[in-house]
């Protein structure tokens, strides 16, 4: 046998194996690049939900000063009500109706910070479900499947984590203990990996692990301000 034929032959017999390896290597490398477009896109939308609250929690906090001092006041108005003369006590009467009308129009504004924050929290992990689940079509897209790939995605999505310090009509507010970790944002994803092969394969080998995946926002204290930042949060 000439050297010709015997190169053709190993060729022929080593073809699987190197059609197997170079297919491997192929796999791997898209496989790698969609855990990082997952965790990306993951990351962008837990941190967005994440800076809507802390954005509007920043917002509630800065309205503290004007809430304290408009408790001051009224607490002032009411020792002058009680104990001042008459034409003290009849002027300390009509201010602290202005004053309580000041507090009505400043608990409307925490109120609305609180809403937009927690609706619009939510929304963006919304949009997060709708990008997973256009990813997961790509995906079967890609390898021409006609089965549907069994994906699931889980978001823990949180509310403003600030809690009252004093009580009144606008009331003053503060953040609460472990705040970072109280309002940490959670999404996690699982997929089979016999989903994300081309069915021609799955069907000859069996795979029956899965990818799993999770991505955690927080608020983060940074300077005098806080801001959102991407992990669990330790404080």
């Known amino acids: 046998m000439s ?24 796999w791997l490398i898209w496989f790698l690049q969609q855990k990082m477009v ?11 939900s994440q800076e809507i609250l802390v954005d509007r929690n920043n917002k ?5 000063s004007r809430a304290w001092w408009l408790w001051g006041e009224k607490k002032a108005l009411d020792i002058a009500i009680l104990t001042g003369p008459p034409p003290v006590k009849a002027a300390a009467k009509i201010r602290r109706k202005m004053v309580v009308a000041e507090q009505k129009s400043l608990r409307g504004i925490q109120k609305g910070f609180f809403n937009s924050a927690n609706f619009q929290s939510r929304r963006a992990l919304y949009q997060l479900r709708s990008q997973f689940r256009r990813q997961t079509k790509k995906w ?23 809690a009252v310090r004093i009580h009144d009509i606008a009331p003053i507010f503060k953040r609460r203990n472990q705040h970072s970790r109280q309002q ?20 000859k080998v069996p795979v029956h692990r899965h990818w799993t995946g999770a991505c955690y926002s927080h608020p983060h204290l940074g300077g005098l301000q806080w801001r959102a930042a991407i992990g669990k949060g330790n404080h």
């Open 3 to 26: 050297n010709r034929g015997f190169v053709n032959i190993s060729l022929i017999a080593w073809f699987p194996f190197i059609a197997v390896l170079l297919f491997s290597a192929f």
């Open 38 to 48: 997952m965790a990306n896109l993951c990351q962008q939308y837990t941190l967005k």
């Open 60 to 64: 509630i906090m800065n309205l503290n």
């Open 140 to 162: 079967q897209d890609f390898w021409g499947s006609n089965r549907r790939i069994r994906s699931s995605l889980q978001v823990f999505p949180k509310q403003s984590q600030l």
């Open 184 to 203: 940490s944002i959670k999404a996690t994803w699982r997929i089979p990996l016999a989903d994300m092969l081309p069915s021609w394969l799955k069907e």
